[in-house]
């Protein structure tokens, strides 16, 4: 996403938000109290994590058991609808075209391109769970991250006073082998895919080893001891 995008989604954010924007010189945008929506929780929590660490799943129950705290934006891609995933529910499914004539009307917070496929958020996605009074979990690649970082700008910290308005968890596989055994596992992916999956975990492990963004670094081992964590992590800093 281009600084002028990254800038138009920040403000548009904001604005239904009912947050400030601040521009720096550098022409970064800079927002406080992202996503916040006065008087309702707000804010962003956002999952990164490699293709099958179990990111759905942790997200699923979470929304489950707080459904009135966290909500989910419905995210645009590319790729077609997998089995079972309705139109506009698991995603807004979109023509190649169709994408880039959102990418250019500043529609997105962040997209990216990830195995073939372009995914993005909308900020009108992210504004109206807010509007809701609810934390919009995103579910992003490091690439992502990034962009929602930039567009956030500083956070308010998990420490102080105000709850945080922007909170990355970053989920990590036990190991790769288990990795590729719940990839191979879920049955979605055919064997060029789950090898392009495991080689862009090895990419995205390093980029988030090397990049100390997370709140919560999470191993997502037995099921229930991760969920425990994650929502330990949560209460602390949202
Ligand atoms: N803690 C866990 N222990 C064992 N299996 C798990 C665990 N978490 C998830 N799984 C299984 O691993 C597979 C991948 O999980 P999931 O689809 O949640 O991954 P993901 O990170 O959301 O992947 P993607 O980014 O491709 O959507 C699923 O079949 C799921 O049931």
Redesign the pocket.
């Known amino acids: 996403m281009t600084g002028r995008l990254v800038k138009a989604a920040a403000r548009a954010l904001v604005r239904a938000s009912g947050g400030d924007v601040r521009a720096d010189e550098a022409g970064t945008a800079a927002t406080s109290g992202v996503a916040s929506s006065g008087g309702g929780a707000g804010g962003v929590l956002v999952f990164a994590?490699?293709?099958?660490?179990?990111?759905?799943?942790?997200i699923r129950r979470l929304l489950a058991d707080y459904p009135d705290r966290f909500g989910l934006s419905v995210s645009h891609t590319t790729r077609p609808p997998r089995a079972g995933e309705e139109d506009g529910v698991a995603y807004n499914f979109v023509t190649d075209a169709e994408f880039v004539a959102l990418i250019d009307g500043g529609a997105f917070l962040e997209h990216a391109r990830v195995h073939d496929h372009r995914y993005g958020t909308a900020v009108a996605a992210v504004a109206a769970v807010a509007a809701a009074g609810k934390v919009c979990i995103l579910?992003v690649d490091v690439q992502g991250v990034a962009a929602v970082r930039a567009a956030a700008g500083p956070r308010l910290g998990a420490g102080g006073d105000e709850a945080a308005a922007l909170a990355l968890v970053w989920?990590a596989p036990p190991s790769l082998e288990v990795l590729e055994g719940?990839?191979r596992?879920?049955g979605t992916e055919d064997e060029a895919s789950v090898r392009r999956?495991l080689d862009a975990a090895v990419r995205e492990m390093r980029w988030a080893a090397t990049n100390p963004v997370w709140d919560v670094t999470l191993v997502?081992?037995?099921?229930d001891t991760?969920y425990a964590e994650l929502v330990a992590a949560v209460k602390r800093f949202l």
């Open positions: 994590g490699p293709s099958g660490v179990g990111k759905s799943t942790l579910d989920v719940r990839l596992g879920r999956r997502s081992d037995d099921a991760v």
